[in-house]
């Protein structure tokens, strides 16, 4: 009550509930998978089509976000389909060591490797080869955007992410086996305010009709911030393991989709709060918390004080 007094005594009635809404807008995405008690994306993605069971393809599974988000979905029930980029011959021993991992974590579900070898095969005949060896898939999420950078219009994506033109191949998939999700996930916070509002599916041609015709494609972006991978990279507030920043990226896409328009979110609370604080506190003030609470700007001394990232 001491608080709702001093509320209602410094801002009146109607700032204190303009307060109040605020803070319980920015409180309740992340709560709201505790509260409700279950698991929205496995509701809604997770499902049979035609007798076919549900698939996740995620790009760049070999990295660390990656492979935790292979393990957090194979441990939902998705089969899932590792993706890889680079060095060939090398990710795919990295991606075999990740398919064992959940062949032996999770026995009951089926896994395949997809390697973008550079072989010489051009990328239509790859991106054919692809979407061919998936046709037999109830594909029902997938997992793209890595490597550090949102892609923006026209830009190569990087060499983690899936090539634009096997993303607009993969889409009449989706939608053929429709409810079905496009997660883009940056490792990074986007450099520039235009790469915050584009979303991916304006980045594709062809995903500009992900949601046309009702047929339900949604797509959710998720902005991380620092993780951490061992050794020096040692975890704190502002840098969370990589199977913690996987539990939070799939528990805001399940929910977030409702949003519509393709939703831009911070799914790790105290990245959420920290870009809160940058677009609301002065940089010294905010380089002050973290030394407080003993976290570190790392990547998000990149993004400067006046960005607007949250999608009203």
């Not at 990656?66 to 991606?95: I, K, M």
């Not at 999770?106 to 991106?127: C, Q, S, W």
């Not at 918390?289 to 700007?297: F, Q």
Request: proline share 5%; net charge neutral; aromatic share 6%.
């Amino acid at each position: 009550m001491g608080v709702i007094t001093s509320l209602l005594a410094t801002f009146g009635p109607g700032g204190a509930l303009c307060a109040a809404h605020a803070a319980l807008a920015f409180v309740w995405p992340h709560a709201r998978p505790l509260v409700a008690g279950d698991d929205a994306l496995t509701t809604r993605y997770m499902h049979a089509t035609r007798g076919r069971p549900a698939w996740a393809l995620v790009a760049d599974a070999a990295g660390p976000v990656g492979r935790a988000l292979c393990l957090e979905l194979a441990a939902r029930g998705f089969n899932v389909v590792l993706y890889g980029a680079w060095g060939a011959q090398q990710q795919r021993e990295r991606l075999e060591g990740v398919r064992d991992e959940l062949v032996r974590g999770f026995p009951e579900n089926k896994y395949r490797i997809i390697v973008a070898d550079g072989d010489g095969v051009g990328v239509a005949e790859f991106t054919e080869r692809v979407v061919r060896s998936l046709t037999d898939v109830n594909l029902t999420l997938v997992v793209d955007g890595f490597g550090g950078a949102w892609k923006d219009c026209g830009a190569e994506g990087a060499d983690a992410a899936l090539p634009g033109e096997l993303m607009a191949a993969l889409v009449p998939l989706l939608r053929r086996n429709a409810p079905a999700l496009v997660l883009n996930v940056a490792a990074s916070p986007p450099a520039t305010t235009g790469a915050a509002k584009t979303p991916l599916r304006f980045c594709y041609g062809a995903t500009q009709a992900l949601s046309q015709d009702g047929v339900d494609v949604d797509l959710v972006s998720c902005c991380l911030g620092e993780v951490s991978t061992g050794g020096r990279d040692a975890v704190s507030l502002t840098r969370p393991t990589p199977r913690a920043l996987a539990r939070a990226v799939l528990a805001h896409a399940g929910y977030s989709w409702s949003k519509g328009g393709g939703a831009v979110v911070y799914p790790y609370l105290p990245d959420d709060l920290l870009q809160v604080m940058r677009d609301t506190l002065p940089g010294w003030a905010v380089d002050r918390i973290l030394d407080l609470v003993g976290g570190k700007l790392g990547g998000w001394g990149m993004v400067t004080q006046g960005m607007q990232m949250r999608k009203s």
